[in-house]
DNA sequence: TAGTGCGCCATTGTATACAAATAAAAAGAC
DNA sequence: GTCTTTTTATTTGTATACAATGGCGCACTA
């Protein structure tokens, strides 16, 4: 292992890495929500100036992962229980929008990468190591959204998610039965590969919704 | 009037400032697409340090009117045909998903309001005001949004709107009958008058993608 | 003792100076 | 004459200094 922790940061602009390390303390919980990030703290702790640190910020908060109020600093983002909903819901929106253009549009090497995907995810509930988990559920979904092919629905989504994903980690560590999940991603998998494009939506909308209500009854 | 252009913009930190002067002057085509932004000039013409320029930007970029490349600076972000596609299929899911929520939630106040809205429509459109005409079909389509009572929704669709505002403004110079986007609207209201929501959902679809056809055409 | 006003301190907002990098222009080699 | 190299100028990236604001505590008053 080199200098720097990450050597493929070693030339990214400061206020990339700024946002890079932050937004994965804000993801894996280390920052906490409705904590405040104050830039001079900030600054000294990640060992570069005020500047990027603001800009970081700046970058996080198009994440929708902090929050800003002016003259008054930036707040890692919490999230009310309508809030969610509404995230889920457009989640929910966009990501069955994304499933049906996905069984357009998905080819033989495709659907074999999203069986892979799914394995992955069920070695990982096998061997129950949450972030290993959340990491390979969050591939198995991208692969769908990236198979339907449109760019701004894939951003949309991937900032959505990242919005609800701190409570989804937490949700996952009380789940009883991960292996559940298993079986829904296969079935919707099933779904695509018989081009039964309504059932996939079907599946896939039930697969959000059920999580929805188990991580709404954790923030309620 | 005052010495400020707008006595609002006041106490408004400067960020705010440069963010909405420069928002404006792409959206009305002051800026062109493609056109770079530098951070020198920017901040003689408005007579602000760099600092808040910077910031400035940094905010058009989460709204998706600036693209950012690392030591290269900023530009009015340009759009691709694909792009455009991409958007417009992102805001057809999320404007129909508004529209039927609208359908189940909508009082008669609002829909009165609603009705007043598209009369505005029919005023701008008889003025042939080109910048009237775009404001108060927002405004139209912004009450059945709000009525959807989703506020992640209205954000993502008012960012995605605007990325394409100004194809739109230009195509609405060149449209041979804008009265029949009023008719559209009418038709839309009356659906959600008599709570038929796949009906709107339907119209709407059409009305949107009608509107898609016609700048796809200018920008291909 | 409760309430109000004043002043200090911590923090964000803004300006500016300097460093680093890119692009363009000029000089040189073949 | 064209391609390569070097130089130079412009622009962005980063650091830091100073200004302005808002919160908090303390003192003073009723």
Redesign the interface.
């Known amino acids: 292992m080199g200098f720097y922790e990450n050597d493929e940061d070693a030339f990214?602009?400061l206020r990339?890495v700024v946002f890079k390390q932050l937004r994965e303390e804000i993801l894996y919980g280390k920052l906490k929500p409705g904590e405040r990030l104050m830039e001079i703290a900030l600054s000294e702790r990640l060992g570069v100036s005020r500047t990027p640190v603001?800009?970081g910020i700046?970058?996080l908060?198009?994440e929708g992962l902090v929050v800003m109020l002016?003259r008054r600093g930036a707040h890692v983002a919490s999230i009310t229980a309508?809030?969610l909903e509404?995230?889920l819901?457009?989640r929910r929106?966009?990501e069955t929008?994304a499933v049906n253009a996905c069984c357009a549009r998905i080819t033989h090497a495709r659907f074999e990468e999203l069986n892979e995907a799914n394995r992955k995810f069920a070695e990982a509930v096998d061997t129950r190591d949450l972030r290993q988990m959340a990491d390979t559920d969050t591939a198995f979904h991208n692969i769908i959204i990236d198979t339907a092919g449109?760019?701004?629905?894939k951003e949309?989504l991937v900032s959505?998610k990242e919005q609800i994903f701190r409570y989804k980690y937490e949700f996952m560590k009380e789940m009883d039965d991960p292996t559940r999940l298993v079986r829904e991603h296969d079935q919707i998998v099933k779904a695509i590969g018989e081009s039964r494009s309504d059932k996939a939506v079907e599946l896939l909308r039930m697969h959000i919704d059920s999580q929805a209500i188990a991580i709404y009854r954790k923030i309620k």
């Open positions: 990214l602009p990339d603001r800009e700046r970058l908060e198009k002016p309508k809030q509404d995230v819901e457009a929106t966009l929008f449109n760019e701004k629905v949309l959505l």
